[in-house]
């Protein structure tokens, strides 16, 4: 665990000291919770649309976080060539189908965005990854229906087909790449009472992936130091309201031996 700790420490300081720039194509409703979580960890976020401009901001960055939780023919545009050049550049992409399994344009979208260009990392909640796998999964809206472990076969089944890393958000969180299985069950149940709690997960990932090309290290090591924050945030008072302030506090805080002495972390 001490070493698991210090290689989630590691990546910290790495993102603290290059404050690398991702860049997310992600829903309205979210932009500023997670352009402040990036921050608070030490990178730099831009919000980058126009289909425009998406390619050449791309280039400049150091990972694209892709996020289908607000749709609209413009964003698929701009996810389409961002998704395509970052695979072209070799740049780390993070992919978030939010509300994948609720109606039938975004199923599409998310097809078509996985078959053009896959993703390194796919970050969703269990209703999501079960749905993208294929398993006509119910969801609530953006909300799970089911617990996260009940998407470990679905989430292993994208990994393989996908060739990427698969995160299923929920009271514990899983992290699957092939064989490797990692479960964090840091946290907080207040953080489901926040808005943009699991699209601040995934933008979190990018900075990670930014900065350790091991993909399955990098998701695992993002979700840890969103549950830690998560549980400092909810320590200092229990209402969603301050605990959006106090996550960002906690991200910008957080030390090595806090890591250390919370990390909740299993792997096989």
Do not use: D, H, K, Q
């Given at each position: 665990m001490a070493q698991s700790s210090q290689a989630i420490w590691t990546d910290v300081e790495h993102i603290r000291v290059q404050a690398p720039l991702i860049h997310n194509i992600t829903n309205f409703v979210v932009m500023n919770n997670t352009a402040n979580a990036l921050l608070a960890l030490g990178a730099s976020p831009a919000m980058v649309h126009a289909p425009e401009e998406v390619e050449e901001f791309v280039a400049i960055s150091s990972a694209l976080v892709v996020n289908i939780g607000t749709l609209d023919s413009t964003f698929v545009a701009g996810m389409k060539l961002a998704m395509q050049r970052a695979k072209a550049l070799g740049k780390p992409v993070v992919f978030d189908p939010v509300g994948v399994g609720a109606t039938t344009f975004r199923n599409q979208v998310s097809q078509e965005l996985l078959t053009l260009a896959a993703p390194d990392v796919i970050r969703g909640n269990a209703s999501e990854i079960m749905a993208l796998a294929g398993l006509n999964a119910q969801t609530k809206g953006v909300d799970s229906l089911?617990?996260?472990d009940a998407a470990i076969d679905a989430a292993k089944r994208l990994s393989s087909v996908w060739s990427c890393v698969v995160v299923v958000s929920g009271a514990v969180d899983y992290i699957i790449q092939g064989e490797r299985v990692a479960a964090i069950a840091n946290g907080h149940?207040?953080?489901?009472k926040v808005t943009g709690m699991g699209c601040t997960a995934t933008a979190l990932t990018g900075a990670f992936a930014a900065?350790?090309?091991d993909y399955f290290q990098a998701a695992t090591h993002a979700m840890a130091v969103m549950?830690?924050?998560?549980?400092?945030?909810?320590e200092q008072k229990s209402a969603p309201g301050s605990l959006q302030v106090n996550f960002l506090d906690a991200l910008h805080e957080l030390?090595?031996?806090?890591?250390?002495d919370r990390l909740q972390l299993t792997q096989s």
């Open positions: 089911f617990g996260s149940p207040l953080m489901a900065v350790n090309t549950g830690i924050a998560g549980e400092l945030a909810a030390t090595a031996a806090t890591i250390t």
